[in-house]
């Protein structure tokens, strides 16, 4: 974009205190803003929820108004239908983590786009955005300028702005000591870590001149900041049981409405009730396969729009993908027993809506819906206001043969929503009412086990391979089962045996006018297969009987081919042949056959459906609620619409479990009196205790996901209005004085409850039964206020509540009475043993492979030394050899040795003459004259001498 990217931004400091206030900046600047207001569209900015800067009064927007008149607005409203796909304006940040962020819960940016310092949550900035419908998050910012002043607002609060008496630098060199108070207490961002080396580096230059310390401190441990206060509220009712097009325009503002809806009945409601609530216990994942590369292993017979397909009732399902409920807690909660002096544990957390995911279809790139189609009278069933079985057939059939998952083997159905379309007459149709169901069955009870994923994922890499090869992969013919109820003539004439016998000349055959029967013998006859439905025996028949017709024609019409027609022929027969594929199409197909670890149900959307532009995408519930109301379709509505009352009933049942924790947890006044009432020998080894640091572990897991729905930050406590209103959203029909005494009950300084104190227990505290207060069961709590209206339901439940129920449990099914009660806990707990028993089967395959590892590196290491040993053996004997050799050679050259020595000997030897008085000169002479030879020959036999004793003595 243009503007800002090749111009300074209007917000710096730096060019506003040379433009010299206000008035400078009128003449000045204005000559600039109306060329960047001529490449802009600066729309009307957006109202702001969390009261920061307010709906459309502050910000840029406003000021452009005041200084630029009629006619700037006129510009800018003038850029703005022009260009609808780019955005210049100011908004709030929403959210913020360490890279990326959202302004308004709309716009999504990066932290490298930010011009300046980086904002925080409820600043005020100047925001440049781009729309792409291709991506996840349609509007992009290309540009983000943290807005000067107060709180990030130029304008002030609110609409109330006050007029401007004084310039731009001014305006800008104030501060604000709240805000820099709220900055200091934060934790510092990795990108700020040079404003702090200068700030640090000014501190030690002030301390600098101070002589009075001499010796350095210690280096002191590094202190843990609190997260920022961050708690989503609902403002709204969460009682919400039907609605209609005035209620949905005023809950849902962004949210597109069609033009033919006018009711909605949320029966979750019946479904869910405040004290029986939705639980996410089992695992469940999704995988979605690609549908150009990769071939389902069955072959998919279902219809998803058979010839008597009625959109009267459309039945469609939401498939929950959810990790088990440990991951979950791991995902989203703040474990205190995961704290760490050099980590926070709070960084790598997602909310909950992030964590539960959906499997959605996909029409083109951008359009969503959710999976399901049309009612079929042949094949689900002719009632379907009354039996509710029907719409389930329907809903099996078309999300069957839309994504080839079997959900027959599902056993609860939960009707989710009812959404109702009043279509307006046509020169085709009359006026007519179509319904919409949406399902919400339980998916996690057809997940495969671990055997039985293993082998579905060896099939799948068989065909890998053999596609890889060239080789024709072709899906299994299923069992023709399924296709048995087409229509009532198959039903009648499908069972009995077709005998096989000669075929019929394709003259004398009418498809159309053939029974089931008499279609299966000519098939049978050919053969061909003759499994599936009547529609589709004609339509095999019918190709039959035309490439039968060809061949006749084609062989009157025969002649001899040529030399030419000949080679063509062997050149198309080498051409079917199998073709070696590049490296790359092989990775390509490798990648795309590619299965995860762990279970998981395998989804191959049909390329028939929606004229071939149908895919499927698992998203989160915050995907979901992410819409805007450009998606102007009536599946992207229902999708929305139910991602809008699933979140309303998290945030119920979650609301409800801190209600009953809050009601059930002691009073202050009773701690009090139980803390006194302790002895007073053990007050000392409390103390000592207190001293150091203790050990906590997070108990009540549960509670704290709860809780972690609404606190985003994971700080650890609420604020008491807060949790009054979270108490007030309910549909109890509290009192304003009933929830503050409920807050008053855990309230602690500075009017906050901490719900750590619940939640966390010390290491090797022994567990407590959950206390009930006044004997109170989940059904009385949740009725709250209501039993004390006189007339209502809850008023006579409470009368009653002393007397025994008798309820209706026994059925009677096949001679016998069964308890359906009783069955469905035994149910409950078999399916616990068994996701338990599956969990550590996949723990302990784990661990196998680890040990098979270890094992095989033990083997080889064994098998390299036995190999060392073997060598290591091998030239020792081949030494030992030569040590024998050179041994023998020794003693031989000592013989010859022994031999020249002796030879030499006596001529080498002088015999020693005595000296005389008489002739002592001569004889000196004689001596000295002999000297010499003495000297030179003598020494030589000494040595030998030795080296022949020592060798004796060593041998």
Not at 47 to 64: D, F, P, V
Not at 146 to 159: A, D, E, R, V, W
Request: glycine share 6%.
């Amino acid at each position: 974009m243009s503007g800002f990217g090749n111009n300074k931004s209007p917000w710096d400091n730096r060019a506003i205190q040379q433009m010299g206030g206000m008035n400078n900046f009128q003449h000045q600047g204005m000559s600039n803003m109306n060329q960047a207001m001529q490449s802009i569209s600066y729309p009307t900015p957006r109202g702001n929820q969390g009261g920061g800067g307010g709906g459309g009064g502050g910000g840029y927007g406003n000021m452009m108004h005041q200084q630029g008149g009629m006619s700037g607005q006129s510009m800018m409203n003038q850029q703005h239908q022009g260009n609808q796909n780019n955005r210049v304006f100011t908004g709030t940040v929403t959210k913020l983590h360490d890279n990326f962020g959202f302004v308004d819960d709309d716009v999504f940016f990066q932290t490298s786009v930010v011009k300046g310092q980086i904002p925080r949550v409820g600043d005020r900035v100047l925001t440049e955005a781009i729309f792409n419908a291709n991506m996840p998050f349609k509007w992009n910012a290309t540009r983000i300028t943290p807005l000067p002043g107060p709180g990030g607002n130029l304008m002030g609060t609110g609409g109330n702005s006050q007029p401007i008496s004084r310039g731009f630098g001014d305006m800008t060199g104030g501060r604000d000591r709240n805000r820099d108070r709220q900055r200091a207490m934060r934790s510092p961002r990795r990108d700020d870590k040079r404003r702090d080396d200068r700030d640090r580096s000014s501190r030690k230059r002030s301390r600098s001149k101070s002589k009075s310390r001499t010796s350095r401190s210690p280096p002191r441990r590094r202190a843990r900041h609190q997260p920022r206060y961050h708690v989503s509220v609902p403002k709204v009712s969460l009682n919400f049981p039907n609605s209609n097009v005035m209620e949905l325009k005023k809950r849902y503002s962004s949210l597109y409405i069609p033009s033919d809806f006018f009711k909605a009945n949320h029966v979750w409601n019946e479904a869910f009730p405040l004290y029986s609530p939705f639980r996410t216990r089992y695992r469940s994942a999704f995988h979605v396969m690609d549908r150009e590369q990769v071939d389902p292993l069955v072959f998919n017979r279902l219809q998803y729009d058979p010839p008597d397909a009625d959109y009267t009732y459309v039945a469609k399902v939401m498939l929950l993908a959810a990790p088990d409920l440990e991951e979950l807690y791991e995902k989203t909660c703040h474990l205190i027993e995961k704290d760490s002096e050099d980590k926070d544990p709070r960084e790598g957390l997602v909310h909950p809506s992030r964590a539960l995911k959906f499997l959605v279809g996909l029409k083109g790139k951008s359009e969503t819906m959710a999976i399901g189609g049309p009612w079929s009278p042949s094949q689900d069933g002719a009632d379907p206001q009354n039996d509710p079985s029907v719409l389930i057939k329907t809903a099996i059939r078309t999300c069957g043969a839309m994504t080839g998952i079997d959900l027959s083997s599902c056993t609860n159905w939960t009707k989710f929503v009812e959404i109702h379309y009043r279509r307006q007459a046509t020169s085709s149709k009359p006026a007519r009412t179509e319904t919409v169901v949406i399902f919400l069955p339980d998916v996690w009870s057809i997940m495969p086990t671990k055997v039985d994923y293993d082998a579905t994922c060896a099939k799948y890499a068989q065909k890998c391979e053999m596609k890889i090869e060239g080789k024709c992969v072709k899906p299994q013919e299923s069992d023709g089962n399924e296709a048995d109820t087409s229509t009532a003539e198959e039903e009648e004439e499908g069972d009995t045996a077709v005998e096989k016998g000669d075929p019929t000349h394709w003259k004398e055959l009418d498809p159309k006018t053939m029974k089931v029967n008499e279609l299966k013998g000519e098939l049978e006859a050919r053969g061909q297969s003759s499994k599936g439905l009547k529609s589709q025996l004609q339509a095999r028949l019918q190709k039959i009987i035309q490439s039968e017709q060809d061949a006749e024609e084609k062989k009157d019409d025969e002649q001899e081919p040529t030399e030419a027609e000949a080679e063509e022929k062997k050149d198309d027969e080498e051409s079917e042949e199998v073709k070696e594929m590049d490296d790359k199409t092989k990775e390509k197909i490798k990648s795309s056959y590619k299965t995860p670890s762990t279970p998981c149900l395998f989804v191959h959307p049909d390329t028939k459906v929606k004229s071939g532009k149908f895919d499927c995408r698992v998203e989160s519930l915050s995907v979901l609620l992410d819409y805007r109301s450009d998606d102007n379709k009536e599946g992207t509505f229902e999708l929305s619409m139910f991602a809008e009352l699933f979140n309303e009933m998290m945030m119920r049942d979650n609301a409800f479990k801190i209600y009953k924790a809050v009601v059930n947890a002691p009073d202050k006044e009773i701690k009090e009196k139980k803390d006194k009432e302790s002895d007073e020998g053990e007050q000392k080894e409390t103390e000592e205790k207190a001293n150091e640091e203790k050990n906590m572990i997070t108990r009540n897991k549960e509670l704290l996901l709860s809780c972690s729905y609404f606190d985003l930050s994971h700080i650890g406590y609420f604020e008491a209005k807060d949790l009054e209103d979270i108490f007030l959203t309910l549909e109890m029909e509290l009192s304003r004085a009933e929830v503050k005494k409920l807050a008053a009950k855990l309230v602690g300084a500075k009017d906050q409850v901490n719900y750590r104190a619940l939640v966390d227990v010390e290491v090797g505290a022994p567990e407590k039964e959950e206390e009930v207060a006044d004997g109170k069961s989940d059904k009385e709590l949740a009725s709250g206020f209501k039993q004390f209206v006189p007339g209502t339901k809850e008023a006579g439940a409470v009368s009653a509540a002393s007397q025994p129920l008798e309820t209706n449990k026994l059925v009677k099914f096949r001679g016998s009475v069964l308890d359906i009660e009783k069955l469905v806990d035994k149910m409950d707990k078999a399916e616990g043993a068994q996701t338990a028993t599956e969990s550590r089967l996949v723990t302990i395959q784990k661990e196998l492979s680890v040990c098979k590892e270890q094992s095989d590196n033990y083997l080889a290491q064994r098998d390299k030394l036995t190999a060392d040993l073997k060598a290591s053996r091998e030239r020792v004997k081949s030494l030992e050899c030569d040590l024998m050799g050179s041994r023998g050679e020794s003693a031989r050259y000592m013989s010859a040795i022994k031999d020249v020595f002796y030879k030499v000997q006596p001529l080498v030897i002088v015999p020693k003459k005595e000296e005389t008085k008489e002739n002592g000169v001569e004889s000196k002479a004689e001596t000295e004259e002999a000297k010499p030879v003495v000297t030179k020959a003598a020494p030589e036999p000494e040595p030998m001498e030795a080296d022949e004793d020592k060798k004796e003595a060593s041998s």
